[in-house]
């Protein structure tokens, strides 16, 4: 089955020249939405002050955003395995833009007045329960277009989106905010969801039906024994421990992850008395250079076979890198250029190895559950993920309160390191050439 796979596709059974549209759409997606629950912790500072709210309802409000994501997941996900990419696509970008002007709307700040933490708070859990349909639906999309042993690169392409759409926030957003106020933000935000879901319509469509059977049969033929040979179409995986296992590896390692992006800005601003400029600079930075570690981790990984020790190598390094940021932090006997300058430089390798193995993580998720059902192995990936996006900005404001900055990052680093053990061990390497096994 995997020869008469190979057959089909370089055939011509799946376009060539389509899929890449289909991952420009589906990079746009993510971008878009990552431009909202990345670049809107970016505006801490300025959400801090215009809606008159203290670090622990600023946690609490990022952390509904987050929360929104992760409860909604999973049913997108198995949505989109029912229903196809296009339609849930399409329903979240529009219904997620319709919020974002919602909330412009209803929900800013206007001269002394606020709106208070309650709307606020709802509108980011609303545009975190929409915009959870993006993350699913444009994956499996990105699965059903391209075959094995490009897929790590086209994954990693898609997921670069999420830096790249949190970098645009973190460079425009506090500007916005700060000029304009937060009608800006949300109108900006909206406006990309709405564009994006103009490319949906023109470019997203399902692959050819016998090419979509092809690839799902050719996957359970190539499966390195993980299902002892049951077809991993006809296998939930709700019910498959090594999916799990990848997943839970995620949620856990997405901690230093989400530490930086909710409140590096806040631990820049208040403990290295970083400006505007500087915090946006660095923000832009982890961003920019997580979207270039996410490229090349995926076709590292394609041509080594190697997922699962990548995934395994960057929870150990991150554990390290933030254990060096938790040691400058309480040796730094006063905040100065110096020490600042420092802090940042050690806010981005964190956070860029942290970053750096996503698109590898979901690639192993989506091919362990195979493509018909890769919508719903990626939302229970996502779930994990979001849902450390609920729980970190909120643990960090206490944490803070009783302990202190070098603390927080310290026990961001114990997060990467317990990953460590909740990864699967790799299996033995496979290479791949032009999308064939060697």
């Known amino acids: 089955m995997g020869q008469e796979l190979e057959a089909w596709e370089t055939s011509g059974g799946l376009d060539v020249d389509h899929r890449w549209k289909v991952l420009g759409v589906g990079f746009a997606a993510n971008a878009s939405f990552a431009a909202a629950f990345s670049g809107i912790p970016t505006t801490a500072i300025f959400l801090r002050n215009?809606?008159?709210?203290?670090?622990?309802?600023?946690?609490?409000?990022?952390?509904?955003?987050?929360?929104?994501?992760?409860?909604?997941?999973?049913?997108?996900?198995?949505?989109?395995?029912?229903w196809g990419d296009r339609r849930v696509l399409l329903l979240g970008l529009l219904t997620t833009a319709a919020a974002l002007a919602a909330m412009a709307c209803f929900v800013v700040p206007r001269g002394g007045d606020a709106p208070g933490i309650v709307p606020l708070a709802l509108g980011l859990l609303a545009v975190g329960l929409l915009g959870g349909s993006v993350n699913g639906s444009s994956g499996r999309a990105v699965m059903a277009w391209f075959r094995e042993g490009e897929r790590g690169l086209a994954m990693s392409i898609r997921q670069t989106a999420v830096p790249a759409g949190g970098g645009f926030g973190a460079l425009t957003l506090p500007s916005l905010a700060a000029h304009f106020g937060f009608l800006a933000v949300y109108g900006v935000l909206a406006a990309l969801c709405a564009v994006t879901a103009w490319f949906a319509w023109r470019w997203l469509h399902e692959p050819p039906e016998q090419a979509a059977l092809f690839v799902a049969a050719g996957q359970a033929a190539q499966a390195d024994g993980r299902h002892q040979g049951v077809s991993a179409a006809s296998v939930s995986p709700l019910c498959d421990i090594g999916v799990w296992r990848v997943a839970l590896g995620i949620g856990v390692l997405c901690v230093p992850q989400l530490a930086v992006v909710t409140f590096a800005t806040v631990f820049l601003h208040d403990f290295g008395r970083a400006g505007v400029v500087g915090i946006s600079a660095t923000m832009a930075a982890v961003q920019t250079g997580a979207a270039i570690a996410r490229?090349?981790?995926?076709?590292?990984?394609?041509?080594?076979?190697?997922?699962?020790?990548?995934?395994?190598?960057c929870s150990v390094l991150t554990a390290l890198l933030f254990a060096t940021l938790a040691l400058i932090a309480a040796g730094a006997g006063g905040a100065h250029g110096l020490v600042t300058a420092v802090l940042a430089a050690m806010v981005v390798l964190g956070g860029v190895s942290a970053s750096a193995w996503h698109g590898v993580a979901y690639t192993e998720l989506a091919t362990l559950a195979g493509t018909r059902r890769a919508g719903t192995a990626l939302a229970m990936g996502n779930t994990c993920a979001f849902m450390t996006l609920f729980v970190t900005p909120l643990a960090i404001p206490p944490l803070l309160a009783a302990t202190s900055w070098p603390v927080v990052w310290a026990i961001a680093s114990l997060c990467a390191l317990l990953a460590l053990p909740i990864f699967p061990r790799p299996l033995r390497a496979a290479r791949y050439v032009s999308g064939v096994r060697v």
Request: charged share 20%.
């Open 50 to 82: 215009g809606y008159h709210i203290d670090n622990g309802g600023l946690g609490l409000v990022l952390g509904m955003l987050g929360l929104g994501i992760a409860v909604s997941e999973l049913p997108w996900g198995l949505l989109t395995d029912r």
């Open 295 to 313: 490229v090349w981790s995926g076709r590292w990984t394609d041509r080594h076979g190697n997922r699962r020790q990548y995934m395994r190598v």
